[in-house]
């Protein structure tokens, strides 16, 4: 790493505190004058460091997206990151990724807003600027993949946890895509496949997650503000970069081992639906019926109300008879 990201990665673990240019020199094995340089130059890059004389530098990550400082708070250097201030969409810039040579690993692409944001089924999922995370995977395949809809179940419990070790809240997950904190949508997942035309094989994975983090309802729909929640006063001083850091380490440590469903107890513990009658869309069809559990491959077991108890892969919980639930789409 350059002297200047080394800077800004000791800088982001330690927001707002003062580190003396000494320690810093000390630190990276450089002068006194190497630390200045590589401050200056972050500086004019944009990045929010103070100088306070006699004492040191010190970084205010703020509101503003930077790949970056994504970068700095990650566990790993595996993940490639793209960052836009406005897209039509992430998930469709990612399938477009997908066609192009030179993404080898894992890809990341991040948004501070979308035009054209979706969710599942086509709807619209409102982006506004500044406020959400709005963010992309994209992963190419090598082998066959067992159930994309497991690899959704496993992205819904990496942005769980994440908004757990960030933000201390407890979250719940509505079967199978939705993350709701205080009875609200805060968060939908969209997993998609990316199939090559000759072969008819997956050939990359596009795992896309839109977040009410910071969102002024009031900016949204009139018939959105009641059915969505926002994190606003949850977030204290937990910023965008770190969260979709945090996002994306706990993804990628879920993602080695997904398909053997070892989180799947957890997943359980947080379900909105287990023990709760709902209806649930399948094809054509609408059943209502008592959630027994959601099984280790991340399927429903519903009873219905005839007592009979079906398995479905896929499908949408459109009713939970929870109590203050709002249980709306986005």
């Known amino acids: 790493m350059k002297t200047k990201d080394n800077i800004l990665k000791i800088l982001a673990e330690q927001q707002d505190t003062i580190i003396s240019g000494e320690l810093l020199a000390e630190k ?28 040191g530098y010190s970084l205010n990550d703020g509101n503003q997206l930077n790949a970056q400082l994504i970068q700095s708070y990650l566990t790993t250097d595996m993940m490639q990151i793209e960052l836009f201030d406005e ?7 990612a399938k477009e990724r997908s066609s192009q040579p030179g993404i080898q690993g894992p890809l990341l692409i991040v948004a501070n807003s979308q035009t054209a944001g979706y969710g599942r089924f086509g709807r619209t ?37 994440a908004l757990e070790n960030k933000l201390k809240i407890q979250p719940q997950i509505k079967w199978v895509n939705d993350i709701y904190y205080q009875n609200k949508k805060v ?11 000759e072969t008819q094989q997956v050939t990359s994975l596009v795992i896309g997650i839109g977040l009410d983090f910071k969102t002024d309802l009031k900016k949204l729909s009139p018939e959105l503000q009641d059915k969505v929640g926002s994190l606003i006063d949850e977030s204290n001083n937990v910023t965008r970069n770190e969260l979709i850091a945090e996002i994306t380490n706990q993804f990628i440590q879920i993602y080695q081992n997904y398909q053997n469903g070892d989180f799947m107890n957890e997943y359980r513990e947080r379900s909105l639906v287990i023990g709760q ?46 109590e203050g639930l709002t249980n709306g789409t986005k």
């Open 28 to 55: 990276l094995g450089v002068s006194r004058t190497a630390i200045w340089k590589a401050i200056k130059s972050l500086q004019e890059q944009g990045f929010d460091i103070k100088t306070i004389p006699q004492k």
């Open 87 to 93: 897209v039509t969409s992430t998930n469709v810039l």
């Open 125 to 161: 999922f409102e982006s506004p600027e500044d406020t959400g995370i709005y963010i992309s995977y994209l992963l190419r395949i090598d082998q066959p993949i067992k159930d994309v809809g497991q690899l959704t179940t496993a992205t819904a419990m990496a942005v769980s946890y």
């Open 187 to 197: 968060c939908g997942i969209l997993t998609e496949a990316v199939t090559d035309f």
């Open 277 to 322: 009658t709902v209806t649930l869309k399948s094809g054509h069809q609408e059943i209502t019926g008592t959630v027994e559990t959601i099984n280790d491959d991340g399927q429903l077991v519903l009873r219905d109300n005839t007592g009979q108890v079906m398995t479905y892969m896929a499908g949408e919980i459109t009713k939970v008879n929870v």
